[in-house]
């Protein structure tokens, strides 16, 4: 098992820029997906963004698309997601989560493809 741990987020203003990182350990970093998921209040569980195992693809929510990046370090053993041009309904609890199957083909996009989770960041994003 993989422990997570998000950290990065914050209050911004409409148009600004956040960085969130994820920490990986206990487990190898490298050879799985991790993603990037959001989730408010009384909501389910929204999927934002994934990077390959090897960091060559990635994928993303159509509501961030051109707006976020994802992006990993496996020598860090660190997740990132950076957020541009926020917009106030991006406000919500992030986390990461790393795939729960390893070398994977496919960049997962569902939460039920990923095994473990980080405790969550809130970003707020004010008008």
């Known amino acids: 098992q993989v422990q997570l741990v998000e950290s990065g987020g914050g209050l911004v203003q409409a148009g600004g820029s956040l960085r969130l990182s994820c920490a990986a350990s206990?487990?190898?970093?490298?050879?799985?997906?991790m993603g990037w998921f959001r989730q408010a209040p009384g909501k389910e569980r929204e999927f934002v963004a994934a990077v390959k195992w090897s960091g060559s693809v990635t994928y993303y929510a159509d509501s961030v698309k051109g707006r976020f990046t994802i992006s990993r370090d496996n020598d860090k053993n660190t997740l990132y997601l950076q957020m541009n041009s926020l917009k106030p309904e991006d406000t919500d609890v992030y986390y990461c989560?790393?795939?729960?199957?390893?070398?994977?083909?496919?960049?997962?996009?569902?939460?039920?493809?990923?095994?473990?989770w980080g405790q969550g960041t809130q970003v707020t994003v004010s008008s």
């Open positions: 989560a790393a795939d729960s199957l390893m070398l994977r083909t496919l960049v997962p996009k569902r939460a039920s493809d990923f095994g473990s």
């Open positions: 206990g487990r190898t970093f490298n050879g799985y997906a």
